[in-house]
C-alpha cells in the first residue's frame, strides 16, 4: 500500500556531509509522520530524527545540530541533510512513515541505505 525508496548513502570521509531522501508512493491518507531509523551492525535499530505532518521535528541527542530532517509534502518526500559525519553515524540509514491511529498506525519502512563514515 505504501513504498518508500530512500536515496543519498554512500561512503563520506569524517567531518562531511550527505543528504538522504526518502521518496513515498502509494496510499498514503492520514499521514502522522516520517523520519529516520538507523541501525548499526550488532546494535538496535535506532532513531535519528522524525517530522510530523505539521512540520514538528525531534531529533536524537547524538545527532542534534548535525542533522536537518525536512519534508516536501507535495512530493510525499522526506530529506535528512547530516553534516559534521562521524564514523559512530556510520550504519543503514531507514525511512519510516506512520499514518491512521495515533494509538495503533500503520507504520511501513524503506528497504534502506548505508552510509558509510570513514577515512
Known amino acids: 500500500q505504501v513504498q518508500l525508496v530512500e536515496s543519498g548513502g554512500g561512503l563520506v570521509q569524517p567531518g562531511g556531509s550527505l543528504r538522504l531522501s526518502c521518496a513515498a508512493s502509494g496510499i498514503i491518507f492520514r499521514l502522522n509522520a516520517m523520519g529516520w531509523y538507523r541501525q548499526a551492525p550488532g546494535k538496535q535499530r535506532e532513531l535519528v530524527a522524525t517530522?510530523?505532518?505539521?512540520?514538528?521535528?525531534t531529533y536524537a541527542d547524538s545527532v542534534k545540530g548535525r542533522v536537518t530532517i525536512s519534508s516536501d509534502n507535495a512530493k510525499n518526500t522526506v530529506y535528512l541533510q547530516m553534516s559534521s559525519l562521524k564514523p559512530e553515524d556510520t550504519a543503514v540509514y531507514f525511512c519510516?512513515?506512520?499514518?491512521?491511529?495515533?494509538?495503533?498506525?500503520?507504520?511501513?519502512w524503506g528497504q534502506g541505505t548505508q552510509v558509510t563514515v570513514s577515512s
Open positions: 517530522i510530523t505532518s505539521a512540520g514538528s521535528t
Open positions: 519510516n512513515l506512520e499514518r491512521g491511529s495515533l494509538a495503533r498506525p500503520d507504520v511501513y
